[in-house]
Every structure is written in C-alpha cells, then in structure tokens.
C-alpha cells in the first residue's frame, strides 16, 4: 500500500519530522494540530474555545487537500492541557463541526507545550 503526504499552506508547517496528514488506501491521518495560525506561526487566542476553533480550521484545511471534510473524519484524539477545567468548553466548539453519528473520540489530559488542545483526525473515504 502506498503512502501519499498531504500539504496545505493553509495550516501550520510541521515544527518537526512529520507531515501534515498522509493518505493511505482509503484512510487519511492528520498530524496532531495546535492552535497555530499558518500565516504567523503564533498560537492563536488564550482560551480554550478560541484555540479549539483553530485547531479545527486547521485540520480542516488538510482534509480539504484530498477532498474531505468532517463529515468524514471516524476517529479523533484530544490532547487538552487541563482536561477538567477546559473539557466542557471544547467540547461545546468541537459538537458545532460535526452531526451523528460522531467520530469516535479519545480524550484525555496532556502536558502541551504552551498551548491548550492538540486535534488529530483519521478520516475515511472511499477511493
């Protein structure tokens, strides 16, 4: 099975070794994505909710180079720096970019680097 990278100049330039999402087979993985707008390079608001809306616009901006959008992605991981405080405020963004059934998700409390929430997505199309 062959791997194909996708690249939007419209979300963040990967910081490191890794592309922004890759396809393969019928499958596309998103790298985790902060609240980085692609034009400065600077985090994007000091709130979880802000920076949730960017995150999503960012990997919305990936998906959008194989033709996807939410209504494709199955499964999602969150990273939210303080789960307990910001879970309820994300979560609020993140129900306003998708419809039933949801994307099966995984949420769980990480120590981000200067940042609220990191978003990556598998999303399935067929070929």
Known sequence: MSKRELRSADAPAPGGTYSQGLVVGDFVYTAGMGPIDPATGAVVGDD?????????????????EHGLDFSDVVKSTVHLQELHRDFAAYDEVYREHFTAPY????TV?????NILVEIDFVAYKKS
């Open 103 to 106: 994307p099966v998700r995984t």
């Open 109 to 113: 409390g990480s120590d981000l680097m």
């Open 48 to 64: 979880v909710a802000t920076q949730t809306r960017q995150v999503l616009a960012n990997l919305k901006a990936v998906l959008a």
